[in-house]
């Protein structure tokens, strides 16, 4: 048996461990039978003995009978024979008693040990978990606690004697029990982070509980341990926190540049739309210069605020591509087009090649391939002064993807190693010095990087410096659709000559030549050319070799081609001189750059009569029509709270034969259209979005409240604004809006707008 003093029992959590043996004391059974207690035992009996042999000595020599002295003297024997015995029996019960009290306390002792033993493990095993901080509990099937750790005890400042019997929901603490059905094979761990309220403030736990079901009893104990998290759910708080600020700074950021963008646009609106005006009218050469140098300054100006806002919305996570059918070709001879005044004003050269077996149409985000094609063609062209630009537009396909591959080649000055690794990167450039030759803002490979891997592709550059660069990108060529069979080889059998100093075109009209199955050669003078006439059908000529009394044909004939078919290449600048050349012999031209099926139509006209046989229909800009084309032309209504923008709009439109009327906010607008004293009806209303007194959108809502009050037949309604972001315009529309221009105004878009709401 083990007593323990009070003061151990006080002290028994903190030195649990290592208690003194000075601590424990024996309580030893008493002996049964001491030897000195039989020794003085002894003498009774043996005095019995004596006594009755001297009873029998005085009774023989008294006379008394001799049976009385006979009986006397054997009681005595027997007595002392039964001492005698007794004796023995008494010692072999003291050896007996000696032995087996021995063996008692020895065990006693070896008991005692090993319980002291169990007990010095317990307590340095509860040690070591108090020692990890971890909280460990153990309740039983209703939830009372069965046994806590003292660290859980000062955690709830609690007695750890004292929580025996409680709940953890007494104590502040919800965490529940373990359903019957949660258990799986009489068992069920369950884990979870909990709160625990303290004196300085909540502290986390990630709480894991072990709860068993006993097969037999069915009786269920759950045993938890939960280590403290606190730190990390500070950190993780921290994080969520930081993450929402800086969403909120890219809300706010988004938000800002969309508003410079509207007050930068409205004032850009009138000046393009001023300096398209003025150029006309009747201007000097000089003063065509100038409101050409005004164009061309608010365009560069205008890219960068679009490249800005690009950037923005592809920060904030805001870009969806939308992907729709589109043709590569279109797009890619589009853009080439566009591009060809920048390209020509340096005097380099700028062509495009096709392969044939490119698809018809592919579904894919039009917009956003015409925005990267911008980018990395703009960019050829302005890192260019020499040579020229080729885009080749090819299709790779393998046997787990089909993709469409744009190339776009110069003769730049090429990039070094280390500047490749970087231009794709948010406002770097080749030359980040101060004595850089070219501006820019370093946004556009960066968007058109986010962009070609939002539509699933890649994009990469290789260069050497001095040799050029060569931008490639792919995107995926989804639902291809196949151009039709059989025009592979529809140029067999045609052997053409081209003649020009701009071997960038000069190559671009010859790879679409040989793909489509006939043979080109390439030459840069009279004398190169001649060895090639020997079979050639058709004759190249770049307008920029030839003289306008045409020598360089006639010298040309004289050198062997003279059965051959002659056509010229022009640029947008050299159509003046068409009827100079079709005198000289030309019978057709091929505007610069050549697109591949005007160039493979024209061909496939061998020795076409007219020279203007491919020259397009030319069309009269709607700015510039007669008001002869409308008899009465349309009613505009323009609300518009910016002078400058309403000058334009009225200005333009009244150059297409229409008749507008100007109001200066949206109050006016819902008055003129709306107001029992206007005889006549709008045809179109042209509405701000921002003004005083009344928003374009309160305007609208008011028309149409009107207009469903009185059953009158909805107005038109287009919208003008300088936002040209998607949920700008999504949000006009729900409004009642009929349409969307944005600003700054093109005067040919602003009148096909408000025409084609009439026209719908």
């Not at 603490?173 to 979870?192: K, M, Q, Y």
């Not at 207009?707 to 107005?715: G, H, K, Q």
């Not at 729900?734 to 700054?744: I, L, M, N, R, Y």
């Amino acid at each position: 048996m083990i007593a323990e003093s009070d003061s151990q029992q006080a002290n028994k959590g903190d030195d649990a461990v290592a208690a003194p043996a000075a601590a424990r004391r024996f309580i030893a059974a008493p002996p049964l039978v001491p030897e000195q207690q039989l020794a003085r035992r002894e003498g009774l009996p043996l005095l019995t003995f004596v006594a009755i042999m001297v009873l029998a000595g005085l009774a023989h020599l008294t006379g008394a009978p001799i049976f009385i002295s006979l009986a006397l003297l054997a009681t005595g024997l027997a007595g002392l024979a039964l001492h005698l015995h007794a004796r023995r029996s008494v010692h072999r019960t003291v050896v007996l008693l000696d032995e087996t009290t021995a063996r008692s306390r020895a065990e006693i002792e070896t008991l005692a040990d090993r319980m002291w033993e169990m007990q010095e493990s317990e307590e340095r095993f509860r040690g070591l978990i108090d020692a990890l901080g971890d909280l460990v509990i153990h309740r039983d099937r209703d939830g009372y606690i069965v046994y806590a750790n003292k660290v859980f005890a000062d955690l709830v400042e609690t007695d750890q004697r004292d929580l025996a019997g409680k709940t953890l929901a007494e104590l502040g603490i919800e965490v529940g029990i373990v359903p019957d059905a949660a258990f799986s094979d009489h068992e069920c761990l369950s884990s979870t982070d909990v709160a625990i309220r303290t004196p300085g403030g909540p502290r986390w736990f990630s709480w894991i509980e072990l709860s068993v079901r006993d097969k037999d009893s069915g009786a269920a104990s759950h045993r938890a341990i939960a280590r403290d998290i606190t730190a990390r759910k500070r950190a993780e708080s921290s994080l969520i926190t930081a993450r929402e600020r800086a969403e909120y700074a890219s809300q706010a950021k988004s938000r800002f540049l969309a508003t410079v963008s509207h007050e930068i646009r409205t004032p850009m609106n009138g000046i393009m739309g001023m300096a398209r005006l003025l150029a006309d009218t009747s201007l000097s050469p000089e003063q065509q210069t100038y409101v050409g140098a005004i164009s061309t300054s608010a365009s560069a100006l205008l890219a960068l605020i679009e490249d800005l806002l690009d950037y923005s919305k592809i920060e904030a996570g805001r870009f969806d591509p939308k992907p729709q059918p589109m043709s590569v070709r279109e797009i890619a001879d589009n853009i080439i087009e566009l591009l060809a005044a920048r390209a020509f004003a340096k005097d380099i050269g700028l062509g495009c090649h096709v392969e044939p077996d490119v698809p018809q149409l592919i579904t894919a985000d039009p917009g956003r391939v015409r925005q990267v094609l911008l980018n990395l063609i703009g960019n050829a062209i302005k890192f260019t002064d020499g040579g020229g630009v080729l885009v080749s537009i090819a299709r790779a396909r393998s046997e787990t993807s089909d993709r469409i591959c744009f190339t776009i080649t110069d003769t730049g000055p090429g990039l070094r190693e280390e500047d490749m690794e970087r231009i794709f990167e948010e406002f770097e450039q080749a030359d980040g010095t101060s004595t850089r030759a070219h501006g820019g803002a370093g946004l556009g490979l960066a968007i058109s990087k986010r962009l070609v891997a939002a539509m699933g592709g890649t994009i990469s550059v290789s260069s050497r410096l001095g040799q050029g660069s060569e931008f490639v990108f792919e995107i995926p060529a989804t639902e291809a659709t196949e151009a039709p069979q059989g025009r592979q080889n529809v140029l067999a059998g045609r052997r053409a000559v081209i003649l020009s100093r701009n071997a960038v075109e000069a190559d671009a009209i010859a790879r679409t030549i040989r793909a489509n199955g006939g043979t080109a050669g390439i030459a840069t003078t009279v004398a190169q050319a001649a060895p090639l006439a020997e079979g050639c059908d058709v004759l190249l000529v770049d307008a920029a070799m030839e003289e306008s009394d045409g020598r360089v044909l006639k010298r040309l004939r004289q050198s062997g081609f003279t059965d051959c078919e002659a056509i010229t290449l022009i640029a947008p600048t050299d159509r003046g001189m068409l009827g100079e050349f079709r005198a000289s012999g030309y019978a057709t031209f091929l505007a610069r750059p050549v697109r591949g099926g005007t160039l493979l139509r024209v061909l496939l006209t061998s020795h076409a009569p007219a020279l203007a046989q491919p020259q397009p229909e030319k069309r009269r800009t709607p700015a510039l029509r007669a008001s002869s084309d409308r008899q009465q032309g349309l009613s505009v209504l323009i609300a518009e709270d910016n002078d400058i923008n309403a000058m334009l709009a009225r200005a333009t439109l009244l150059k297409a034969g229409h008749r507008v009327k100007v109001v200066g906010n949206g109050k006016a607008a819902v008055e003129a259209v709306t107001g029992a004293g206007h005889k006549h009806r709008f045809d179109v209303v042209l509405m701000d979005l921002h003004m005083p007194v009344m928003d374009g959108l309160d305007a609208i809502a008011a028309i149409r409240r009107h207009e469903e009050e009185t059953s009158a037949p909805p107005v038109p309604i287009m919208v003008l604004s300088a936002d040209s972001q998607e949920k700008t315009r999504h949000a006009v529309l729900a409004h009642g809006a009929s349409g969307f221009v944005t600003k700054p105004l093109d005067p040919d878009a602003l009148v096909n707008a408000v025409e084609g709401q009439v026209a719908a």
